[in-house]
């Protein structure tokens, strides 16, 4: 009989959100992101890090928020898989023969932002999948379930249709990754080293696809130009807030440097200085803290003892400016 502890729960738990993943392989929920990383992905995939239980948790979080949507459609097929030129995808609930329900599980700030562009494309590809299949008009559903509020989800549903431009697109792309055996699809003639989806800035952060360097060599790979001016935009807005914080801080250290020499200078081990609202406390620390006095190093040996001890180092000053 296994004794069931804390830690028994712990471990059993983390075996069970850390379920052995499937294969690298093409998928249609990525058919309308970038074809080459999709490519390096699967065949030159990136060293995985350790395991992350909040993505992981996140989407088990997913998968109970399915089965709570599955629970009020009997007649859906859950995880129905499809393919579009050898490209498989699964759909979250199939009810036959042509509804697509796709559930997504956000929180009530992220709402704003949805419905999400790749998540309208995910759909679109399952759809183009059913109408290769001899479908003719699929219907696609996105259902957005915030876990802090689930009952905002009755106002997020979206329908999602698709044109037959949209199909066409989409059955090319398939078919261009699909027979892409033995090398990438070629770069795509509108993408650069310079913009998304390559390099970046996204929520405010730099980002660099992370086969990057596969498709674009050494170019830009130090700093590509979109992270200047977009940081660069950002750091003018915040011009002004840094000035006042700078002038807040030398105010602050002059006020402790004053306080200081006045200690010293009086021996005083404390000091309080009080306003209306806020006071200052100063302490001398209870041990003294030993430090090289290089002045009396050099009055006692001169400077030629220490001058083996000195390197000269070129400092770089790094300045933004708006050109």
């Given at each position: 009989m296994v004794k069931v502890t804390v830690e028994v729960l712990k471990e059993t738990i983390k075996q069970a959100l850390m379920t052995e993943p499937s294969p690298p392989r093409f998928r249609?929920?990525?058919l309308k992101e970038c074809l080459r990383q999709q490519w390096f992905e699967v065949n030159e995939p990136e060293p995985e890090g350790e395991t992350n239980l909040i993505e992981l948790g996140h989407f088990l979080k997913g998968r109970l928020f399915e089965d709570w949507v599955a629970s009020a459609f009997p007649e859906a097929v859950r995880q129905h898989e499809v393919e579009l030129h050898g490209i498989k995808g699964h759909i979250d609930l199939f009810i036959s023969p042509d509804v697509v329900i796709e559930v997504k599980t956000t929180t009530t700030q992220s709402l704003v932002f949805a419905p999400s562009y790749d998540h309208v494309w995910q759909v679109k590809a399952y759809l183009a999948a059913l109408k290769s299949s001899g479908i003719?008009?699929?219907k696609g559903f996105l259902i957005y379930i915030p876990a802090d509020d689930p009952a905002k989800c009755l106002d997020y549903?979206?329908?999602?249709?698709?044109?037959?431009h949209e199909y066409e697109m989409l059955l090319n792309r398939a078919k261009t990754l699909s027979?892409?055996?033995?090398?990438?699809?070629?770069?795509?003639?509108?993408?650069?080293?310079e913009k998304l989806p390559c390099a970046g800035i996204i929520f405010n952060a730099p980002y660099r696809c992370p086969?990057?360097?596969?498709?674009?060599?050494?170019?830009?790979?130090?700093?590509?130009?979109?992270?200047?001016d977009g940081l660069g935009a950002q750091l003018a807005q915040l011009d002004e807030v840094i000035a006042a914080f700078e002038k807040v801080i030398k105010s602050k250290e002059e006020?402790?440097?004053?306080?200081?020499?006045a200690m010293r200078e009086k021996g005083l081990t404390e000091l309080v200085i009080s306003g209306d609202q806020f006071e200052i406390v100063a302490q001398m620390a209870d041990k003294p803290r030993e430090q090289i006095d290089i002045k009396?190093?050099?009055?006692?040996f001169g400077d030629d003892i220490l001058r083996r001890y000195v390197r000269e180092v070129y400092p770089i000053?790094?300045?933004?400016?708006k050109k």
């Open positions: 249609l929920s990525q003719d008009e699929p549903i979206f329908p999602v249709d698709l044109s037959d027979e892409a055996t033995d090398s990438p699809p070629p770069i795509p003639s509108d993408y650069s080293p086969y990057f360097e596969k498709c674009w060599g050494e170019i830009g790979t130090i700093v590509p130009r979109s992270w200047v006020i402790e440097r004053r306080i200081k020499e009396a190093l050099r009055q006692d000053f790094v300045r933004w400016r």
